[in-house]
């Protein structure tokens, strides 16, 4: 392999010279401690470097080692339950709630050691071609790990074995078309910026995220993309791990990268105690976790790509993926600082010009997509969910801008709603979700007929509230007019009991849809009894301070069964109150 | 032996260029030798073929770049520990600045952050004791927590840190070693030596290291002062199993050396993300290890700059944030902790909860939405009088009046147990009719003490 020599240090870009056969993206080793790098730039025969480890104790004159391949991954049995840092270096497993620091600390990604069962399920003879199956590993007992022909190849299997074997191993052997054989092994590398595929689908059903506010008015769909946007404080990382613990997704990838240190240890600490209520195995056993250090800006941009390129090869083998980022917004802070560097030209607020180019690297990966051929075809999904912390909030800012472009869901997190703790603080008037129309099949034929239209009288509530609470706010609720009040205070119920959901209480956390459905039922049958009390002139103070919300608010604590009692008890006491309402006039 | 350059082309600002320069690394130490024969460090910040940029560590007033010779040492910035440096006061490069002489170095450490590895992390859940409500009941501290204390100019954050530091004790201690590190960069003199009074009067001295870069410091030396103070509370607690205490003060002075620094060097700002995340990552507590870090930082800003990307940096790299508001100050409200802009990540309870601390949490929970409720409606009151309230927002203003008074202010020699503080929250909830209590379970609301509590609570 070509090598080259220093020629200047400058933070984390170094330029090398003797490197005319560098290629845009390639993977370099810099200098003595051999620190990972990434060919940027190529002019004559120096090349500009971005080295992704700490830069200090370079200098001038060190040899710069060509690896003559871009920045890959690692893709084989054993990324599942692991931790790795933004270049796939392994830092350790999670095993039965413990840590296991990675000893060596570095490459390779994957444990060569390791043996694997593998059952082939390909046999001598077959004519295969990329992204077939040639053989299956049980990588945990709810995950089965399809091992494939590599991208680009295509052939007729000579032979192929099942047994004990690990990555690197010989499998099977692979007559090419043009005559010459390969050996197959499990393992087989990918560079992380593109993975191709056969053919894309409309997504057409929900991923459930457990979150009712999610769940209900704004849903993402399989293989549809998200962001969280808010500002610092609003539980923008507890929402995340919680949609990592509740998601409906049979491979969970969590990148977290640039957010709080104590943040990824509570990940790990919480994943691997909680069980996955669909297979009964902790949920560290279908999570993969990237963790990028802030301290390193310049690995945070490879943590993501490392993340979503593992999600793909998953996604690929008609899994459900998942790929969770937090926060793209230091990844776009990082993208800020090094285009300035380098001189490039800068768009708005200077970040990159092409700041929504870059950001697609990541939300333009989400799909859903048919892979393998003929018989062998399965449908998989990449979702892909990031959160951007902005200051304040603002949706103005630059990076907000470009995200919407890309997200299919928008989910704004309000610090006003966290001051009163309500969590999560999904702000309903800013949210908003374009997957419904397209899932809109899958809600009435799942879930309820009807679903459609609660949800739009839900969203009438929620708007109207909107509307009066400059009203409320300047004048006071009692300035309103008796339908405005009890709008007001139906809106105040709805978020309370539907939308509320405490983080640390079980049962509350991960709610199955019918049952809030049945406290839904229950508040709209109360806004119609009381509104037609109201018609008919009964007092809406008494109505209101009736002790009837109580009543709701028990409703969310109790079993489904018991709701049907709450509100027969509603109705007579609305009722009454109405008779009385009659009298008075 | 050492080359000496006598090849300084340029000296602009605290930026040096050195010619023809030879067998040097990025970020490596030098020193610049003055004709009267006095010494200034100075680091290297890039390297282009033979010519280096230095950054000057010192104070660059009185050098002639012509007349000076620079020499480089061959290893980057590196602090020296041993356990001689409790007690003890140094500047922002690690030279003591207490008049006694240096320290007898066990180690040289370098200052450049290595985080704790992720998995090796234990999470914080050690409830320290600071006898504040406001802290233990609402925002509660743990070993191994960062916290961010966000304050502005004129507020009285010294006394509740050094109120903190009084009374901190640990809920299950076993014979532990403490010690405080504390490193104060871009305050002024008098602000600095108020902590170090403060510490002295807490009987810590004697177990405090001290780092000082007041805000006259050259931005070099304000920039690494931070990191020293967590090279030193690394080998205290990793190396010597001691529970160390880091207080920083003030995260807006280490903004502003960070800015500095950068834009002298001809890049773009704000890594400050970076270097706020690189001494948070630092602190924490180890699976393998006996003591542990916690990270007390000090942000001050003016209180209407809430789009300060600062701030916002600030908070998103800390486990918690304490706010302090202007207005309750103005209200007489001490310590002025704004409830509902502060926050915990680290509640120092285990998920899913047990009967005791899913009742604590929800009352909490309670609590911040009962007073968020009665802080908006008080507001109201104080434009449109008393009229416009309903019969049922009226006990929230009351409720929110009391809350102030009675769980967040709190007198400064008067420490509370956590007990204390958990049945004061009981009995503030009774001020509220319990069908608004809607966060809590019916056998919560048993919890509750009779209403008799209320005059009780009324007339102190």
């Known amino acids: 392999m070509t090598s080259g020599i220093i020629k200047s240090v400058s933070g984390p870009l170094v330029t090398a010279g003797g490197l005319s056969d560098a290629g845009i993206g390639n993977m370099v080793y810099v200098g003595k401690p051999r620190l990972a790098g990434e060919v940027l730039s190529v002019k004559n025969d120096t090349a500009t470097i971005l080295v992704y480890d700490n830069p200090t104790g370079l200098g001038p004159g060190e040899n710069v080692e060509m690896t003559g391949a871009p920045l890959s991954v690692e893709l084989a049995p054993g990324m599942l339950g692991g931790v790795f840092d933004g270049l796939q270096r392994p830092l350790g497993r999670m095993e039965g709630g413990k840590c296991l620091p990675s000893e060596n600390g570095g490459f390779p990604a994957l444990s060569r050691e390791r043996a694997w069962n593998f059952t082939a399920v390909a046999s001598a003879g077959d004519r295969v071609s990329g992204g077939d199956v040639i053989g299956t590993v049980e990588e945990s007992g709810s995950v089965l790990h399809s091992i494939m022909v590599p991208y680009g190849k295509s052939g007729v299997v000579e032979s192929i074995q099942s047994g004990l074997y690990s990555v690197t191993d010989t499998v099977g052997i692979l007559r090419l078309e043009n005559g010459i054989t390969e050996p197959l092994t499990m393992l087989q590398t990918w560079p992380v910026r593109e993975r191709p595929c056969r053919r894309r689908i409309s997504p057409n059903s929900p991923l459930c995220s457990g979150q009712r506010v999610i769940d209900g008015l704004f849903p993402i769909a399989k293989g549809g993309s998200a962001a969280l946007c808010g500002p610092c404080g609003t539980g923008k990382t507890i929402l995340l791990r919680q949609l990592a613990a509740s998601l409906d997704a049979d491979v969970v990838v969590y990148i977290a990268c640039g957010g709080r240190s104590g943040g990824t240890a509570e990940l790990l600490r919480e994943l691997s105690l909680l069980q996955n209520p669909r297979t009964g195995e902790t949920l560290m056993s279908r999570t993969v976790v990237i963790a990028g250090s802030a301290a390193l800006p310049a690995v945070l941009e490879a943590a993501v790509l490392t993340g979503i390129s593992i999600g793909e090869y998953f996604r690929d083998m008609g899994h459900h993926v998942t790929v969770i980022a937090d926060s793209v917004s230091h990844w776009a802070e990082a993208l800020r600082a090094l285009s300035g560097r380098l001189g490039e030209p800068s768009g708005t607020g200077g970040y990159p010009a092409g700041l929504t180019f870059h950001l697609a690297q990541f939300f333009g990966r989400a799909g859903c997509v048919a892979s393998g051929s003929g018989a062998g075809e399965r449908i998989g999904s990449l979702t892909a969910v990031g959160a951007l912390s902005l200051p304040d909030g603002s949706l103005s800012h630059p990076v907000a801008q470009a995200v919407t472009r890309l997200v299919g869901a928008f989910w704004v997190l309000d610090s006003t709603l966290a001051f009163e703790r309500r969590f999560p603080a999904v702000q309903v008037c800013h949210s908003y979700s374009r997957y419904f129309s397209a899932l809109t099949d899958w809600y009435t034929s799942h879930v309820e007929h009807e679903f459609p239209a609660y949800r739009e009288r839900v969203f009438r509530f929620l708007r109207e509230e909107e509307r009066l609470s400059g009203t409320v706010r300047r004048l006071g609720r009692k300035s309103l007019s008796p339908e405005d009040r009890l709008t007001v205070e139906i809106a105040c119920l709805l978020r309370e009991t539907l939308f509320d959901q405490n983080a640390f209480a079980k049962p509350d956390s991960c709610e199955p849809s019918q049952r809030q459905l049945a406290l839904l039922r229950l508040i709209l049958e109360y806004d119609r009894l009381a509104r037609a009390a109201v018609k008919k002139g009964a007092d809406i103070s008494e109505l209101l301070e009736l002790g009837l919300r109580e009543h709701i608010g028990y409703a969310k604590h109790a079993a489904a069964e018991q709701n049907a009692g709450y509100s027969e008890e509603l109705k007579r006491q609305i009722q009454a109150i109405a008779a009385k309402g009659g009298d008075g006039q | 032996m050492i080359k000496e350059y006598r090849t300084i082309r340029q000296l602009s600002g605290t930026l040096l260029t050195v010619d023809r320069v030879t067998g040097v690394t990025c970020g490596e130490l030098g020193e610049l030798l003055l004709p009267d024969g006095g010494i200034r460090r100075c680091r290297i910040q890039e390297i282009t073929g033979e010519t280096a940029v230095v950054e000057l560590l010192e104070s660059s007033t009185g050098i002639h770049p012509s007349r000076c010779k620079i020499r480089f040492l061959g290893d980057p910035l590196r602090l020296a520990v041993s356990e001689d440096m409790l007690g003890r006061v140094f500047n922002g490069l690690g030279d003591p600045i207490d008049g006694a002489p240096a320290i007898l170095p066990e180690a040289y450490r370098d200052i450049g952050a290595i985080s704790i590895n992720p998995i090796a992390r234990d999470y914080p859940a050690r409830p320290i004791r600071t006898g504040l409500s406001a802290v233990d009941g609402l925002t509660p501290l743990c070993l191994g927590q960062t ?135 630092r602190a924490g507590c180890r699976a393998d290890r006996r003591g542990s870090i916690t990270l007390l930082s000090l942000l001050t800003l003016p209180e209407d700059d809430r789009s300060s990307p600062v701030r916002e940096l600030a908070g998103c790299a800390a486990d918690g944030r304490l706010v302090l508001s202007q207005e309750l100050h103005r209200a007489g409200i001490d310590p002025p902790v704004d409830a509902l802009a502060s926050r915990s990540h680290v509640t120092g309870w285990k998920s899913p909860l047990d009967g005791t601390q899913a009742d604590r949490a929800a009352a909490v929970s309670q609590l911040l939405e009962a007073y968020a409720t009665g802080w908006e409606r008080r507001n109201l009151m104080h434009t449109l009088g008393e009229g416009a309230l309903t019969q049922t927002e009226l006990p929230f203003v009351h409720f929110a009046d009391a809350f102030e008074r009675r769980y967040i202010a709190q007198n400064s020699n008067e420490p509370r147990s956590s007990e204390q503080t958990e049945r004061l929250g009981w009995e503030l909830l009774s001020l509220l009719p319990r069908h608004e209590l809607k966060r809590l379970t019916p056998e919560q609301l048993k919890r509750i003490p009779d209403g008799s509590q209320e005059s009780a609570l009324h007339s102190k």
């Open chain 2, 147 to 281: 916290l961010t204390i966000c304050s502005s100019p004129g507020l009285p954050h010294g006394q509740l840190v050094s109120q903190i530091f009084r009374q901190a004790t640990l809920a299950d201690g076993d014979g532990e070693r403490f010690a405080v590190v504390f490193a104060a960069v871009g305050v002024s003199f008098d602000e600095a030596d108020f902590f170090l009074q403060e510490l002295r009067r807490a009987g810590a001295a004697a177990r405090t290291v001290s780092f000082l870069s007041p805000a006259g410091d050259p931005a070099g030396a304000r920039a690494t002062a931070f990191q020293m103070a967590l090279t030193a509370a690394e080998y205290l607690a990793f190396e010597r199993d001691m529970q160390v205490l880091v207080l920083l003060t003030d995260l807006a002075g280490y903004a502003e050396a960070l800015g500095e620094t950068n834009s002298v060097a001809g890049e773009l700002p704000i890594r400050i993300s970076s270097g706020f995340a690189s001494l948070c990552e």
